[in-house]
């Protein structure tokens, strides 16, 4: 049981670059999250889904895309990355949408646009 | 506006020191998350509570859902503690309110 896979853990892009940072969990999970972490911002929400084919924007999507064709797979696509998107990427999932329900957490991304 | 506010921003500590990190929220909850982040490092889940305290070693979590405040406790506090604790409140079950983190360094 691997919980939450993130690949790759650390990337570094040209600006203009796209690319798809994975999110993978084993755990049959509905609901799965993307997050980005800035410093002195805390995470914030860029997309999220609640099975496979549902996905809606969070607080920041702008530049960003996702799509969920399956249960267990949940990318992150930049489109053209931005020195703005530099920042740690996160993906979350969790079993149900109740409140009191666990959310496991990738090991992050590491993301850097030059 | 922040749902979630956390003190101190950043901690000190001698290893073998009692810690307290707070959180205070402003939204009507059903369970409040603590999560720990190592630097470089993912993010791991605590503790889940609604109500009262919970222990897991050196770690207690307290809540007061009337007063909108919970706390975490770390008794005789070791260098392998030190890390980004970061309080986090559900709105759905995949979304949260996340606090801005409490960097914590104890020094042997």
Not at chain 1, 13 to 23: D, N, R
Not at chain 1, 86 to 100: E, G, I, K, Q
Not at chain 2, 42 to 64: E, P, W
Request: glycine letters at 10%; proline letters at 5%.
């Amino acid at each position: 049981n691997a919980g939450v896979t993130q690949t790759p853990k650390f990337q570094v892009l040209k600006t203009g670059q796209s690319m798809t940072l994975q999110c993978a969990q084993d755990m049959n999970h509905e609901y799965m999250s993307w997050y980005r972490q800035d410093p002195g911002m805390g995470l914030r929400l860029i997309h999220y889904s609640v099975g496979a084919g549902i996905t809606d924007q969070g607080e920041v999507p702008n530049g960003y895309n996702v799509s969920r064709s399956t249960t267990e797979d949940f990318p992150l696509r930049l489109l053209s990355a931005a020195p703005s998107q530099t920042s740690v990427y996160f993906c979350a999932s969790s079993y149900s949408y109740r409140l009191d329900t666990e959310a496991f957490f990738g090991q992050g991304t590491r993301l850097t646009v030059v | 506006k922040n749902e979630v506010e956390q003190s101190p921003q950043n901690l000190t500590a001698q290893e073998g020191e009692f810690i307290t990190i707070n959180c205070s929220y402003s939204v009507g909850i059903s369970a409040l998350h603590w999560l720990q982040q190592h630097p470089g490092g993912g993010i791991v889940s605590l503790f889940m509570l609604s109500s009262g305290k919970k222990k897991h070693g050196r770690l207690i979590a307290t809540i007061n859902i009337q007063e909108k405040h919970s706390s975490l406790h770390i008794t005789a506090s070791h260098p392998r503690d030190s890390a980004v604790y970061i309080c986090a409140v559900p709105f759905t079950g995949n979304q949260f309110y996340f606090g801005t983190g409490t960097s914590l360094t104890v020094i042997p």
